[in-house]
């Protein structure tokens, strides 16, 4: 049975953020649950899979889930080492506004119409300013108001975020190679190695990965990689050992991929996001 703790981070009229941290102990489907609010779900460490009937959904940090308010789910832990997140439930009046009516599903009850849509770099950034800034007590009431809006904004929006489509069999082959990534971020893995985990040719693989995400299978490593980065951020003073530590070839490699993802460097992430003294 899996453990987990849950974090009130911010209670407002606008928004409910919570962090909750699950030791993942729970391998196969666990019971089923069922989410008494609506809310949009940020993984940012680790990994999951949420199952709604027939359709499962591989829980990461590339991409944000929607918890339907009354809607059954069960959840398994594929790879050890548990999952980290960050639960946002909006007011439903301002959620209504900001959602694209094509993504909500017709009726009275308020409900979204798929499972998940994959987030993009600067909508991580979001994920980790909030979380740092609330945990550290350093952001304002109005200041984690306005981030997370703006973060749920950037989720939902055509041109900041993507909705995956495709066959069940195609979708079941890309889940499978994101766990293999997921299992060993740090690992530099080939395509062949990949491809065999997965059991497909690594031709067949790199063209369903792009036509399923939109994005190629290493960019997909990567921003997994940088968004493992934006939760440690806190815990290394050696910004060359954390970029080391997930894989990379070098710091300059580390901080010249950081600052194209999300616009700062390593080091001035830390202090926009006060997790370090301006020197």
């Known amino acids: 049975m899996s453990q987990f703790s849950t974090t009130l981070l911010l209670q407002t009229k606008t928004v409910a953020i919570r962090d909750i941290v699950c030791d993942g102990g729970c391998r196969h489907k666990g019971d089923e649950e069922c989410a008494h609010k609506t809310s949009l779900v940020y993984p940012y460490r680790g990994v999951f899979m949420r199952h709604v009937g027939r359709n499962d959904t591989v829980a990461e940090a590339n991409q944000m889930l929607f918890f339907n308010a009354d809607q059954g789910y069960r959840i398994s832990h594929p790879i050890e080492g548990g999952d980290a997140c960050i639960d946002l439930a909006i007011d439903e009046t301002m959620l209504e506004e900001l959602a694209p009516k094509d993504q909500v599903q017709p009726g009275a009850a308020f409900s979204f119409r798929r499972q998940r849509r994959r987030i993009d770099p600067r909508a991580q950034a979001l994920v980790a300013l909030l ?7 350093v952001a304002e009431t109005l ?5 997370a809006l703006t973060l749920v904004r ?16 195609r979708q079941k082959l890309v889940d499978r190679a994101k766990l293999v990534l997921s299992s060993d971020l740090a690992r530099r893995w080939t395509l ?28 997909y490593q990567l921003r997994l990689r940088l968004a493992r980065a934006l939760d440690l951020l806190g815990q290394y003073e050696d910004l060359t050992a954390l970029g080391l530590d997930l ?33």
Not at 143 to 147: F, G, Q, R
């Open 192 to 219: 062949s190695e990949i491809a065999s985990e997965v059991g497909v040719s690594p031709v067949y693989l790199t063209q369903v990965f792009q036509q399923v995400e939109a994005t190629p299978l290493y960019r």
């Open 131 to 137: 979380r740092h800034g609330l945990r550290r007590n």
């Open 247 to 279: 894989g990379f070839s070098s710091h300059s490699h580390f901080s010249a991929s950081f600052k194209q993802s999300f616009g700062q460097t390593p080091a001035e992430f830390q202090r926009s996001a006060r997790l370090r003294r301006k020197s």
């Open 143 to 147: 200041e984690a108001e306005t981030l």
């Open 154 to 169: 950037r989720s939902l929006g055509e041109r900041t975020s993507h909705a995956a489509g495709a066959s069940a069999g």
